[in-house]
């Protein structure tokens, strides 16, 4: 058996531990007979898991009482759709713009009310985070809408904007507890876990009390009211368990690491390397406004592409998967999520100072 790094943006790289551990309880599952998938969702054994996995993500984030914590289905993407539905009291929102995906959840938001386009980084390309310290939320706006880490383009929000008091929803797929947060600052924040979490098929929601009601758009499917999942503890339907059950072991690793002020420090170092190596380096740049970098999604160039795809495949020949940059975007990406080690982005860096030379 042999591990590559992976450097995919996502469905991505998991801790070895955390897999050797389902490895070993695949069969049966601590004295059930049985594998985590074969389980009733309904067993003591599998409420014993949802609700491990519930309390350890409330440590991590230190989520306060009146949040919710719910596990849900349809990704991230579905969300795009959940968030007006269910919040969209007034039928306005105010987004803010800034890559692929923002611009998804606002396209869908058009569906059902008054998305307004507060703010973009479109003009170039979404390679910053706009000044958002003064802009003109809309008086009525239900939500003020991010996207905190920018996967695609590798920006992050180092400041949330000021939503002059309304209430902020965050997409934090791809910098899920890659920090600690205060959650107080947001009404929503959701993510796929498939980015730095877990398996795909699993959509964290951590929601304020106050904004889950029965108050939601004309025909909103039971299956998409925060209500019904709130109520039923993540469990009116069959939940996808056995993400659930890798996302609980993921939340232990990140506990036995020593939490998300530990996982910081690590992800700063480990983006430090790649940075300090394209800020220097004669070949490679990076093409983000410094101050915007994420931690978690670092995009790079040569400026050639016939030679951008010649060092993807060297890199691949070489062990380092999934280098390719977004189809919107060309080049180069390296996801260095929690799981990545920083030996996989020092070795990285090494092949690169090497292929520097080679073709300068
Ligand atoms: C990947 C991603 C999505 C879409 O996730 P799906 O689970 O595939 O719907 C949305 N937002 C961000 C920030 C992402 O990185």
């Not at 003109?136 to 180092?158: H, L, M, R, W």
Request: proline share 4%; with cysteine; glycine share 8%.
């Amino acid at each position: 058996m042999s591990r590559v790094y992976n450097f995919s943006a996502g469905p991505a790289v998991l801790p070895e531990e955390v897999l050797r551990e389902a490895a070993e309880e695949m069969l049966d599952y601590r004295g059930t007979g049985m594998s985590v998938m074969e389980m009733s969702h309904r067993s003591k054994a599998f409420e014993g898991i949802i609700k491990e996995a519930e309390q350890d993500l409330r440590d991590l984030m230190n989520i306060p009482d009146n949040y919710k914590v719910l596990f849900l289905q349809g990704g991230a993407s579905q969300q795009f759709a959940m968030i007006p539905m269910n919040l969209m009291k007034n039928r306005v929102a105010d987004y803010i713009v800034t890559g692929q995906w923002a611009k998804k959840a606002y396209q869908e938001a058009c569906i059902y009310g008054k998305a307004n386009k507060i703010a973009s980084s479109e003009d170039k390309t979404f390679s910053y985070i706009p000044d958002c310290s003064d802009l003109p939320i809309s008086q009525d706006a239900d939500y003020v809408y991010i996207c905190e880490n920018n996967t695609i383009y590798g920006t992050k929000f180092k400041t949330l904007p000021n939503t002059k008091g309304k209430t902020l929803v965050s997409d934090v797929s791809s910098c899920f507890l890659s920090e600690p947060v205060d959650v107080t600052k947001y009404g929503l924040i959701y993510g796929g876990v498939q980015k730095n979490i877990g398996p795909a098929g699993v959509v964290i929601v951590i929601i304020r009390e106050d904004l889950i009601t029965e108050d939601v758009l004309p025909g909103t499917p039971t299956m998409l009211k925060y209500k019904i999942h709130a109520d039923h503890d993540s469990l009116y339907n069959t939940p996808p368990a056995y993400g659930i059950y890798i996302c609980g072991k993921v939340f232990q690793w990140l506990k036995k690491r020593g939490g998300l002020e530990a996982m910081k420090v690590y992800n700063e170092k480990k983006a430090k390397v790649l940075y300090d190596y394209l800020d220097e380096s004669k070949l490679f740049h990076g093409t983000v406004r410094k101050e915007d970098r994420s931690l978690m999604n670092v995009p790079f160039v040569t400026g050639n592409t016939e030679l951008d795809a010649r060092f993807v495949k060297e890199a691949q020949a070489a062990g380092f998967e999934n280098l390719k940059g977004h189809r919107s975007v060309g080049g180069m990406r390296a996801s260095i999520y929690n799981a990545m080690p920083v030996e996989g982005v020092e070795k990285l860096v090494a092949f690169m100072k090497k292929f520097e030379e080679e073709n300068l």
